[in-house]
């Protein structure tokens, strides 16, 4: 294909589990974040704070933002972006978690580019 053929647009999915050690810290933080955002209204801020201190998971829905990760990589803007987090039960053991099997399931030898740790 042709550069004028091919679309400029780039979906890359990313699936991270955290272990979280300390909640008290994690809420703290997104607490702060919460309070230190101008641009929350007043009646979303009250429902923030409530749903941080409530779950974890929430707290790091606050704190880990799609933005920061492509916000500094030259020669692209964020377009749209989404994210939600769960507390999950983790087996590293069990083939549920097994993210090469599924990358082949999902992708049906679609040409992309990926990139792990670990």
Do not use: C, K, N
């Not at 929430?58 to 377009?79: I, K, R, S, T």
């Not at 987090?85 to 679609?110: F, H, K, Q, T």
């Amino acid at each position: 294909m042709s550069d004028e053929e091919t679309s400029r647009f780039v979906r890359i999915r990313v699936e991270v589990l955290l272990e979280v050690h300390d909640q008290d810290a994690v809420t703290t933080a997104a607490l702060r974040r919460i309070a230190d955002d101008p641009e929350v209204p007043d009646d979303e801020r009250v429902h923030a704070e409530a749903a941080v201190t409530e779950d974890t998971a929430e707290a790091l829905a606050y704190l880990v933002d799609p933005f920061d990760l492509v916000g500094e990589v030259p020669g692209v803007e964020l377009q749209q972006a989404s994210w939600s987090s769960e507390r999950v039960d983790y087996d590293p053991d069990s083939p549920e978690w097994d993210l090469d099997e599924d990358d082949l399931d999902e992708d049906d030898g679609a040409d992309d580019e990926e990139g792990r740790i670990g």
